[in-house]
């Protein structure tokens, strides 16, 4: 019985073998290739992203977004799980550095102590609305800052953003210099408490979850936060003042990326993350005004009536022997960290026209 390789030399010639050979391993090599490109369009990749509870402030609005934003603009190939359990929101830019999480959206606020830089839009009188931040964000800020992530914390700033509008929710009235005497107030960052200090009030650090309680038990008296997470949380139950002293009115967040997690992404998709990640930053201030005013109409339509400082008596309230020690306190930690403090401020107030000193 003629053997199976017999059986193919017998009808195919020598060259004829040889060119049937080609053809076969070229096509195993096509397929292969096939097979390669194939696994690699497949290629899916699941991220971890950490925020801070934070109701319905752009900040939420817009970091809730991101899952659906990344997976349409990536086909599928991205899964981005967003949690405000990872970590501790004090610890929630630290996460990055350590590799606990993939991506996270964090505040500068958090970080002035550490870092002066990250609270400029906290020292009183120097940066006012959303406006006069993206201005100087723009100038040089949001790069500055993008090598200072880079540097301590060893993350890559994906986009910037900003909180609602920060307002004063009290139990009583504070409306003049004076008012501010002996209340207890939450504040969120040291600028704003060497202010408070400062006016004869007391300054109290608590997170989020611990505020409504201590408006209930008298632990404070009110506090400092953002209209769209006063009205979410509704302090204005229990602190049905709401005053606007433009201290301390802006507070930055920033979404963030370990540079490990990052390479791991093949380019394409890090430019199609990218564009998210631009749009969202656009949307962050275009709807500034938005997410503030939808927050207004719901705690008036509760009988919330807003206050906003006259200008003498915030005129008063700018005198340096109020907000003196919070810049005298910026320009010490600063001169720690190892750089120019009034040289910074001086740079910021130029970008936005404003006087020296004022």
């Known amino acids: 019985m003629m053997k199976s390789n017999q059986l193919f030399a017998s009808h195919f010639p020598a060259r004829g073998r040889r060119r049937l050979k080609a053809s076969v391993f070229g096509a195993a090599l096509c397929l292969a290739g096939w097979l390669h490109t194939s696994a690699v369009e497949a290629q899916t990749y699941d991220l971890t992203m950490s925020v801070i509870t934070s109701p319905g402030d752009g900040y939420s609005i817009l970091t809730q977004s991101v899952p659906e934003r990344v997976a349409k603009a990536t086909q599928g190939k991205v899964k981005v799980t967003v949690s405000d359990s990872l970590v501790p929101p ?33 020292l009183p009188g120097l940066i006012n609305d959303a406006k006069e931040y993206k201005k100087v964000g723009d100038a040089f800020w949001f790069e500055d800052t993008k090598k200072i992530w880079k540097e301590k914390w060893d993350a890559i700033v994906l986009a910037n953003g900003v909180w609602c509008t920060q307002q004063l929710f009290s139990k009583q009235p504070i409306k003049t210099v004076e008012d501010f005497k002996g209340k207890r107030l939450r504040v969120h960052n040291p600028q704003t408490a060497e202010v408070v200090n400062a006016l004869g009030g007391k ?111 915030r005129a008063k309230l700018m005198q340096d022997k109020y907000i003196g020690p919070s810049y005298d306190a910026w320009y010490k930690r600063a001169e720690q960290v190892g750089f120019d403090g009034k040289a910074y401020i001086e740079r910021v107030r130029k970008v936005l026209g404003k006087a020296s000193g004022g």
């Open 203 to 313: 300054p109290v650090p608590l997170p989020v979850p611990e505020i409504y309680p201590a408006l209930e038990r008298g632990v404070i008296d009110g506090l400092f936060t953002s209209t769209c997470v006063g009205n979410a949380l509704e302090y204005w139950r229990l602190a049905k003042n709401v005053q606007n002293w433009s201290l301390g009115p802006v507070n930055g967040w920033a979404i963030l990326a370990n540079p490990d997690s990052w390479a791991k992404l093949p380019p394409d998709i890090q430019k199609q993350i990218t564009g998210v990640m631009d749009e969202i930053q656009q949307e962050a201030f275009s709807r500034h005004d938005e997410f503030v005013g939808n927050a207004m109409k719901k705690m008036e339509s509760e009988g919330v009536t807003f206050w906003v400082a006259p200008d003498a008596e």
């Open 90 to 122: 004090a610890q929630i830019a630290t996460a990055i550095r350590e590799g606990r999480v993939d991506m996270s959206a964090a505040l500068h606020t958090y970080l002035a102590a550490d870092e002066p830089r990250m609270g400029i839009f906290n």
